[in-house]
């Protein structure tokens, strides 16, 4: 196989300019939604929840959702994002005329896919602090999480996306991987609470290292099995890097 | 020297053979026309050409470079205009310029310069700062052109350059075209448009099947083939097959066109004064597309 070049940073420029000239058309939603969660489950379901070692409910969700936002900001640039400048744009077809290779249009966008999550990251660090949810200087490492679980996810949705016929099998993909994971990884209630077989496949899902990962940074609590989410993170993210950039040359160049 | 040479150069999907043996020498500095119907293979050679696609086997040097080794390094001098439109609507005019410029590593002072250099010789310039929705069809495929001209490429590679474009603005690409070529641009073109090949490009190519089938200038293939003039007898339809009958008779040398039928030698007209009206005959010079009606036939290959 090949490997992508220095050069992938030219398309990661081009999705950041396209972000900065469109940002205003979908932030707002994509930052009022985390919000509107955070407020109703923190204070209205939060009001009947009592947590083992008297914490608040929100400040339980708050570091979750944080890994679950950051979640959906990649998946939705590398799925959605990445299909129509791949199907209906044709942006990769007059990319790859240039001296650039698909193996460093695949690395730019899930390089951008993480910048994404970072981006989300920040947005909700600073929404969490606002409600008083932040209760360590740690959490300032959160961008870099995001960014790293931003990698991870975008790996894996440029994968899909890369081997998908048609937009609308992202519907599978969100309603039977993302959404259940977003309920199965650990932000809404602790993995403890689930039956013991749950429990074993809800730590190897993708999102639970991340949010286990989050919820240290914002306690200030770390914990040496950090290093095994870490490790968890990088067994997903490397193997699907590196296949997205195979399936998308077996894609486009053909 | 050679700009762009194939040999052998074979590419299959599946079962079928979309290019099938292809040898072409392209000299430095000469317009090559690539001609062929659709499905003729053309898309399929310019793409490997272009380092897109991998031959299933075959050899491609330019400027004397193997492709398939120096595919980033040649890919920098190469303009290609695509057919198909593919700028991108999420950024401006000079958006889509300067980030095209980006992707070749022209510093920004340098990539500016240049953007407004091709605006204006396609007459773009006062669209600099428009989004691309805003664009009509023309401006958007002259963009593509600009585009392709960004980074001073060594070679032009130019699939249907004036597809959609009007008259005046199609004269605009021709001569622009022109001037390049005599600034040492070499350009390969893919046409249908015989007009145009005929009048911007040193030799041509005819492809069908997936194979080059004629291969020379211009003048050569239609005195080759056709010879000084064209005699066009228009018929009517419910007249048709009468007269082609007589004709048949006769052993003339004619093709049927639709309605029409062509006569290569004037002898094959002289009946015609007897069967129908005069009028219905007109004589005229040859052009390509005789030419490429002689060689590709005139069914619809697809």
């Not at chain 1, 090949?2 to 398309?11: D, E, N, P």
């Not at chain 1, 309603?175 to 602790?190: A, E």
């Not at chain 1, 950090?226 to 993170?233: E, F, K």
């Not at chain 2, 004397?64 to 920098?76: F, M, T, V, W």
Request: charged content about 20%; some cysteine; overall charge neutral.
């Amino acid at each position: 196989m090949r490997f992508c070049s220095r050069r992938f940073i030219r398309v990661w420029q081009r999705n950041r300019d396209v972000f900065l000239r469109l940002w205003h058309a979908e932030t707002p939603a994509f930052v009022a939604e985390p919000v509107i969660i955070l407020l109703a489950m923190g204070l209205g379901l939060g009001a009947y929840v009592g947590l083992v070692d008297g914490q608040k409910y929100i400040e339980f969700i708050a570091p979750g959702l944080i890994a679950g936002y950051a979640m959906f900001s990649a998946n939705f640039e590398c799925t959605y994002g990445s299909f129509v400048r791949l199907e209906h744009q044709r942006t990769f077809d007059a990319i790859i005329a240039t001296p650039l290779n698909i193996e460093d249009v695949a690395a730019g966008e899930i390089f951008w896919g993480a910048t994404r999550a970072a981006l989300t990251g920040v947005a909700m660090l600073v929404i969490a602090a606002v409600f008083g949810l932040v209760h360590s200087p740690y959490a300032l490492l959160i961008p870099f999480v995001c960014f790293l679980e931003g990698l991870m996810f975008a790996s894996i949705a440029l994968f899909f996306t890369s081997i998908v016929p048609s937009i609308y099998s992202f519907n599978y993909y969100f309603s039977l991987f993302i959404t259940p994971m977003f309920f199965f990884s650990g932000v809404f209630f602790p993995l403890s609470s689930f039956p013991d077989l749950v429990q074993k496949l809800s730590w190897v899902v993708p999102l639970t290292p991340a949010v286990h990962f989050t919820r240290a940074l914002v306690s200030g609590h770390l914990h040496p099995s950090l290093i095994i989410s870490l490790i968890i993170i990088l067994a997903f993210t490397i193997p699907f890097f590196l296949g997205s950039m195979i399936t998308m040359r077996r894609r486009l160049v053909v | 020297m050679i700009a762009i040479e194939t040999r052998g150069l074979t590419k299959t999907f599946g079962d079928i053979i979309a290019v099938n043996d292809v040898n072409l020498q392209i000299y430095d500095n000469e317009c090559f026309g690539l001609l062929g119907p659709n499905g003729a293979g053309k898309t399929s050679l310019v793409r490997m050409i272009t380092a897109v696609s991998p031959p299933t086997s075959g050899d491609i040097y330019i400027l004397g470079k193997d492709l398939k080794s120096h595919s980033r390094e040649i890919k920098a001098l190469f303009g290609v205009i695509p057919q198909i439109d593919n700028l991108d609507p999420d950024l401006t005019v000079i958006q889509n310029l300067l980030t095209f410029a980006r992707y070749f590593d022209i510093p920004k002072k340098e990539a500016l310069k240049r953007s407004s250099e091709v605006l204006s010789l396609l007459q773009l310039d006062d669209r600099s700062n428009s989004p691309i929705r805003e664009l009509s069809g023309g401006m958007r495929r002259r963009l593509l052109i600009a585009r392709g001209l960004i980074n001073s490429p060594r070679i032009l590679i130019l699939d249907e350059p004036t597809i959609g474009l009007d008259p005046q603005a199609k004269r605009l690409v021709w001569d622009k075209l022109n001037e390049l070529k005599a600034q040492g641009v070499t350009q390969l073109l893919c046409t249908q448009n015989m007009e145009e090949a005929d009048f911007l490009c040193d030799r041509v190519a005819i492809m069908h099947q997936g194979k080059i089938i004629e291969n020379d200038t211009p003048q050569n293939l239609v005195s080759k083939y056709i010879g000084d003039n064209v005699w066009e007898v228009k018929l009517d339809p419910q007249d048709k097959n009468r007269v082609i009958q007589i004709f048949k008779e006769k052993r003339l040398d004619f093709e049927i066109a639709g309605n029409s039928v062509h006569f290569f030698r004037e002898e094959g007209t002289k009946l015609i004064g007897s069967l129908m009206a005069p009028h219905k005959l007109r004589s005229r010079p040859p052009t390509l597309e005789d030419v490429f009606f002689k060689l590709t036939g005139r069914s619809l290959t697809e």
